[in-house]
Each structure stands twice: as structure tokens, then as C-alpha cells.
């Protein structure tokens, strides 16, 4: 080089973030450590978003949503072995409710974790990660960290989204090059997630399906919110005339107060249409697979099943009208396909699931005014439908076990992408990563709605939420244990039931300790005030809400699915 002539350098380091930037990823979630403490210290410097959390779990849960959110896949950042860990659950989740992400986590030596020497943090965290996700990579070199960032994008976005992990070991940060070169080197993502056109064919066979029905039913799923197709799906149901059921994450996609929405007549509808066109909804558990007597007598449906990935088709019952492709390009299609003269469905059809639908609402309205002392899991919930119709774009997040299947056919949605919850796992823990992401992707307020024993995996994020100052307000439907509150042990013994918590706990206080707001709320007026000031003010804020401990049922909706033991309790 011409000497006095300095040449600009890059490294590992600025390589990944302006791989980052490049691709419109500007907000990492993540927790500081070694060996990639620095690269967040940078990452901020460099107008990167990036969010800290107490543990890494959570801050994977929040990438997980911010990738159902905003169809870009969230990032996650953390340590070695036991940090990466804790986010590859959150990764496994992703990939499992079809979220774009992607874990990059500091690794340690490759030479001294091949031979299994014992590196500080050591873990073979590729091989790891591989099984639990869509496609791991890891990057050697800084001149290909432009093309690992690309390959770990497209995996995410493309066809099925899901969770990538991306191995950078702590010797790639300080790899020096070229600085011009390393522009060079970078990738920007063209088309990350091509649409992928169905056959007409395939389409032409569904409308035939759904033209012969007699009793159609559209069942939504989270997949169909992802899609963010949100005026062509409207548009199709309205014109196809069908009852339609959101699945939990879909909910709001067409407003739940719709005059077909049938989530009223859930059971009727499952047990008596013929015809079944699912968008984005896979008939796994959470569909009874597809069979048995929720779905009526056996043979007497046919399913048109819409989805990107192939392999989900007959992955439980035979599938009529196989439709592979985007939900966009799907439905545009079949919208035009419906013409100007579709038929209505049979008026008999209609009638009977509007009446079975008055029918519950009547009954459950009744329950939803209790104003009743300690609350029940209805009465409290009855207000926060309130507060929810009166702030439609307010995000809900919803965990819990009564909690949850209770406030999921309480509070109605009014608009898609509003309503996150357990997902396709069930999983417990995932409210406080929601809450953040919700709130640091759309700046809306969020409202998580919790139950004591859900919030208690992730109550410690309670300090970042106070830390961004964030718009949450989180309600703990406290009654004081894990279903019910009031389990004792058989044995008599001092020890305390497997299944209860220390008895009027104020979780509020666990907010006040790190300067939010905290409510301690009795009655179902109280807890409506409490909750629309928080809602209305911003404040981070936590309302202990006391719930009946007895109010509870096992396991909530799903108690079925507890073995039970032949030999009986001795
Ligand atoms: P729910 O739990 O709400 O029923 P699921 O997670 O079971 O929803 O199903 C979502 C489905 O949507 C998955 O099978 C996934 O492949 C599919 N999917 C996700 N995004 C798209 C898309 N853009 N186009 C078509 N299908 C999609
Ligand atoms: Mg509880």
C-alpha cells in the first residue's frame, strides 16, 4: 500500500450489523454477555434497536412476535451454551407456530469445542440447534457473514416461516477486512418471501368443493393473520357467505362481532358443516385433528385446506381441495373465482347456527355482568372485554390455563394481529416477550392478561418493561395457585400443595419495586377503572386482580389431556 494512504477497515462486528440494517432488521432482543457484549454495545451505537432482557427466553419469545407481527424475522441475540439454550426454547417455539426468527448466538472456540478440550461455555451449538428449527448456519469468515445473514433471512421469511439459528463464534467479532470489500461482501435480500402462485387447477377444484356445500364453514387461522392478506380474506368470506371461526391468534381478522362469525356456535359448527375451507389453520390438536365427535359423525365432511406448505395436506384426514400457495395469491384467487353471482348458503344452515350463536351470547352475558366479591374468572373478564371494545387497537396478550381459554371466547377482537397468546404449543411463560415485542414493534398499549402461575415464568421482565418505559399494563388473575388456589396436601404434611402459591400474594408490588404503576383490585368495577387508566395513561402498570381460588378448573379446557392413573389415588 502507498505509504501515508490509510485504508479503511471493517470487522466481524460492523459486518453483522450493517448486514442487519441492510435487510431492514433494526431491533434486536437479547441479553448481554460474553462473547457478545460489545456487539450489542455496538449495535445501539449504530441506531440498531436493541432491547435487553432479563433473560433469554423472553427476549426470544418477543423475536418469535415481532416476526409474526411484521412478516420480517425477529431478531434474538445471545450468549453461549446456557444463554443460547434458554433462547433455543423460544426458537423451538417459533418454528413450531410458524414465526420468523432468528437466534444468533455467540459461540466459543471451534478448535477447542471440536475436540471437547472444555472452553468456557463449551457446546456443540449448531448440531443442537438443527433439529429444533428451520435450517442453522454458522459463519468462519467475516467476508461471508453478508451471505449468512441472507441465507438465515430467506430460510425464515420463505415458504413456512420458522426459526433459524445462526452460530457466530466469539473469534468471527474482531476479524478484520477491507472496509470496501466488506460493502461488497453484504446481501441484500431481494424477494426474501416470493409469492408462490396456486394452480388454477387447484383452485377450480376448491370452488367446486365449496360451491357443493351445503353447510360451509371458514375456520381462520394465525397463519391467515400472518399472511397480512387482511382486505382479501374479508372480502372472500363476506362474499362466499360462510359461517367463520378464528382459531386464538386469528381472532379480530374479521371483527369478532361479524354477523358470520360463529365463534359463538363453536361446537355446532364444527359438529354439523360439511364443508370446511381452512385458511392459514392447521388440524392439529387444538382442531381435535380433524375427527372424533367434536367433528360429527365420521365421513361427513370435506376439507379445502389453504396453506404454504405441502406436506401439511392429509397430515390428519384426507383433504378434499388441496390448495398450496400464499394466502394472498389463494384467496385473491378464489375471490375472483367467486364471480358476481355466488350463492349464499342455505338459508336453514344460516338460521341455525344464528340461533345456537343468540342462544350463547344471552347466556354468557349474564355471567359477564357479575359484579361479585372475590371475582370470578367471568365477572373479571366481563370488564376487561369492556376496555378492550373501547380500545380496538389495543393489543391483547393472554396466558394462563382458565385465563386464557376463558378470555379467549370473552374479549372480542376488533382488528387482525391484535391477540397474542400460548400458540400451538400452549406454552406458559411467553406473556412478557409478547407484551415487549407488541409494544416496542407497533407502539400501541398493550394489555397482558395473566394468569398468576403463567406470569410467574416471566414476571422478572417486569423490571424491562419499567426499564423502555413501555405502554404495558399487566392484569394477574390471581387466585393464589396453578388452576385453582386451593389444593392441600393429601399427606397433611407442613409441606405446601404441588400445585398452590403463597396465598394473596400482591404482584403488584413486584411492579412498584422497579417504579411502575400497581393496582390491587377486588371487584370487577375497580379492576375496569384501574385497568383503562393504565390503558389510557401509558404507564407501565400491574393490577393484581383477586380471583375466587376457587374459581378455577384443571387445566382449564383441556383437563382431557391429563393421563389418569388405573390404580387410583391411594
Ligand atoms: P392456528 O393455530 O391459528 O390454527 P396454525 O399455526 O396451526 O394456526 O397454522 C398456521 C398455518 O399457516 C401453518 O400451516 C403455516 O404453514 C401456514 N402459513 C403461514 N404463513 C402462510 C402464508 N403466508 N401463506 C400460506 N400459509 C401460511
Ligand atoms: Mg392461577
Same mark, same amino acid.
Given at each position: 500500500?502507498?505509504? &501515508? ?8 462486528? #460492523? ?39 432479563? #433473560?433469554?427466553? #423472553? ?64 457446546? =456443540? ?15 468462519? #469468515? ?352 407442613? =409441606? ?59 387445566? &382449564? ?14
Amino acid at each position: 500500500s502507498v505509504p &501515508g494512504e490509510e485504508r479503511e477497515l471493517t470487522d466481524g462486528f #460492523h459486518l453483522i450489523i450493517d448486514a442487519l440494517k441492510l435487510n431492514g432488521l433494526n431491533t434486536i432482543y437479547g441479553v448481554p454477555g460474553i462473547p457478545i457484549t460489545d456487539f450489542g454495545r455496538m449495535a445501539q451505537a449504530e441506531g440498531i434497536r436493541v432491547i435487553s432482557f432479563r #433473560h433469554e427466553q #423472553h427476549a426470544g419469545y418477543a423475536a418469535g412476535i415481532a416476526g409474526f407481527l411484521t412478516k420480517k424475522p425477529g431478531i434474538c441475540l445471545t450468549v453461549s451454551a446456557p444463554g443460547f439454550l434458554n433462547g433455543l426454547t423460544a426458537l423451538a417455539n417459533a418454528t413450531t407456530n410458524c414465526f420468523p426468527m432468528i437466534l444468533i448466538s455467540g459461540s466459543s472456540e471451534r478448535e477447542i469445542v471440536d475436540l471437547q478440550q472444555g472452553d468456557y461455555e463449551e457446546m =456443540d451449538q449448531l448440531a443442537i440447534a438443527k433439529p429444533l428449527c428451520k435450517a442453522a448456519f454458522r459463519v468462519l #469468515h467475516a467476508e461471508d457473514i453478508g451471505i449468512g445473514v441472507a441465507r438465515a433471512i430467506r430460510a425464515a421469511v420463505s415458504g413456512r416461516p420458522g426459526g433459524v439459528y445462526l452460530d457466530l463464534p466469539a473469534k468471527l467479532f474482531p476479524q478484520v477486512m477491507e472496509a470496501e470489500a466488506g460493502r461488497k461482501s453484504l446481501v441484500k435480500v431481494i424477494d426474501p418471501a416470493p409469492a408462490q402462485i396456486p394452480a388454477p387447477s387447484a383452485i377450480e377444484r376448491a370452488l367446486d368443493v365449496l360451491r357443493g356445500a351445503k353447510r360451509p364453514l371458514i375456520i381462520l387461522g394465525k397463519g391467515a393473520a400472518y399472511a397480512q392478506a387482511d382486505e382479501e380474506i374479508r372480502a372472500f368470506v363476506e362474499k362466499s357467505g360462510a359461517p367463520f371461526l378464528q382459531m386464538s391468534m386469528a381472532k379480530g381478522l374479521l371483527p369478532d362481532v361479524h354477523p358470520q362469525s360463529a365463534g359463538a356456535a363453536r361446537s355446532t359448527v364444527l359438529k354439523n358443516s360439511d364443508v370446511v375451507m381452512l385458511i392459514g389453520a392447521r388440524l392439529n390438536w387444538l382442531l381435535s385433528h380433524g375427527k372424533g365427535k367434536a367433528w360429527g359423525e365420521p365421513g361427513s365432511k370435506q376439507f379445502i385446506q389453504i396453506d404454504i406448505e405441502p406436506k401439511e395436506m392429509d397430515s390428519n384426514v384426507e383433504i378434499a381441495a388441496p390448495l398450496v400457495g400464499d394466502i394472498g395469491s389463494c384467496v385473491s384467487a378464489l375471490l375472483e373465482g367467486l364471480g358476481d353471482n355466488w350463492p349464499m348458503p342455505p338459508g336453514d344452515w344460516i338460521d341455525a347456527v344464528e340461533t345456537k350463536k343468540q342462544e350463547n351470547i344471552t347466556k354468557m352475558a349474564l355471567r359477564l355482568k357479575k359484579n361479585s366479591t372475590p371475582m370470578d374468572f367471568h365477572g373479571a373478564l366481563g370488564a376487561l372485554r369492556t376496555v378492550v371494545k373501547e380500545r380496538p387497537d389495543a393489543i391483547l396478550v393472554n396466558e394462563g390455563a382458565n385465563t386464557l381459554d376463558l378470555a379467549r371466547g370473552i374479549i372480542d377482537m376488533y382488528q387482525p394481529r391484535k391477540r397474542l397468546d400460548v400458540g400451538t404449543w400452549g406454552v406458559m411463560g411467553v406473556g412478557m416477550g409478547s407484551a415487549i415485542a407488541a409494544a416496542v414493534e407497533t407502539g400501541k398499549p398493550v394489555l397482558a392478561v395473566e394468569g398468576d402461575s403463567a406470569f410467574g415464568f416471566c414476571g422478572m421482565e417486569v423490571e424491562t418493561i419499567c426499564r423502555y418505559n413501555l405502554p404495558v399494563c399487566i392484569v394477574i388473575f390471581n387466585n393464589n395457585g396453578i388452576y385453582r388456589g386451593t389444593d392441600v396436601n393429601s399427606t397433611g404434611g407442613a =409441606d405446601a400443595a404441588t400445585t398452590v402459591f403463597v396465598k394473596d400474594a400482591r404482584y403488584d408490588r413486584m411492579m412498584e419495586a422497579f417504579g411502575g404503576a400497581g393496582a390491587n383490585v377486588t371487584t370487577p368495577d375497580e379492576l375496569y377503572r384501574a385497568v383503562s387508566e393504565a390503558m389510557d395513561s401509558g404507564r407501565p402498570t400491574l393490577v393484581n386482580a383477586v380471583i375466587d381460588p376457587a374459581a378455577g378448573t384443571e387445566s &382449564g379446557r383441556i383437563g382431557n389431556l391429563n393421563p389418569q392413573s388405573v390404580v387410583g389415588k391411594k
